[in-house]
């Protein structure tokens, strides 16, 4: 059989060029790591190019939006255990049942009327202070659909979908920072499902929020 011929010693890479590249090689991923990775990902920027490049604030936003989930799953976790489902209509006294007649005014009593908010129908108005946070969720079966549309008096909040109930403590949506948003939501589930905002644009802001389409109910989590 052929074998190949081995290459000449002196055209192998010597032990001090291997050290020279390992060494070029640690010395490019530890900058990419403190200029690119941690502003980016954690906010953490202690050269300033980070600020430089626009990431620094988005490493920011990403570990105040983490947190603030991580908070609000375990909030959800707690009243789970101490305040019953909101997610049933309570039947009628006695063994009587309501008439066709009589459903049109049983569901004009789900008419919302969380604390804090001036609710019309289909419409909520909300005002956060500064740092201050507000959860307002639509009570949906699975597969339902609800078109909606917030929007701000003019600075942006932070704002997380999500939904929970049925077994489920959290489910996201997506999350972000806007001043303004647009969509269908498509419940996962049967539940509870909406948007969580927080203020940290350092002045009061107002939020609006307008809803329509297949759910029993817009309420505002304390």
């Not at 990419?32 to 502003?39: A, G, H, N, Y």
């Not at 990431?55 to 959800?76: N, Q, S």
Request: no cysteine; proline share 7%; net charge negative.
């Amino acid at each position: 059989m052929y074998n190949a011929n081995k290459p000449d010693a002196s055209e192998l890479p010597s032990t001090k060029q291997l050290l020279k590249s390992t060494g070029l090689a640690a010395v490019i991923a530890t900058a990419l790591l403190v200029t690119m990775v941690l502003p980016a990902e954690y906010g953490v920027d202690p050269t300033g190019a980070g600020s430089l490049l626009g990431l620094t604030e988005m490493g920011r936003i990403k570990m105040a939006l983490a947190a603030e989930a991580e908070a609000d799953a375990a909030a959800h976790s707690g009243a789970e255990a101490s305040v019953p489902p909101a997610l049933q209509a309570a039947p009628p006294a006695g063994d009587e049942q309501p008439s066709a007649a009589d459903k049109p005014a049983a569901s004009a009593m789900t008419a919302p009327e969380p604390a804090q908010s001036a609710v019309t129908p289909d419409e909520t108005v909300t005002t956060l202070q500064p740092d201050e946070a507000r959860e307002i969720k639509l009570v949906m079966e699975e597969g339902a659909k609800a078109k909606y549309l917030w929007f701000t008096n003019g600075p942006k909040v932070n704002y997380d979908t999500h939904g929970d109930g049925s077994g489920t403590n959290y489910y996201s949506y997506g999350k972000g920072s806007s001043e303004r948003l647009e969509g269908e939501l498509t419940a996962a589930f049967t539940g509870n499902h909406g948007w969580f905002w927080r203020n940290r644009s350092g002045e009061p802001v107002t939020i609006t929020l307008r809803t329509s389409g297949d759910y029993s109910d817009i309420k505002e989590i304390e």
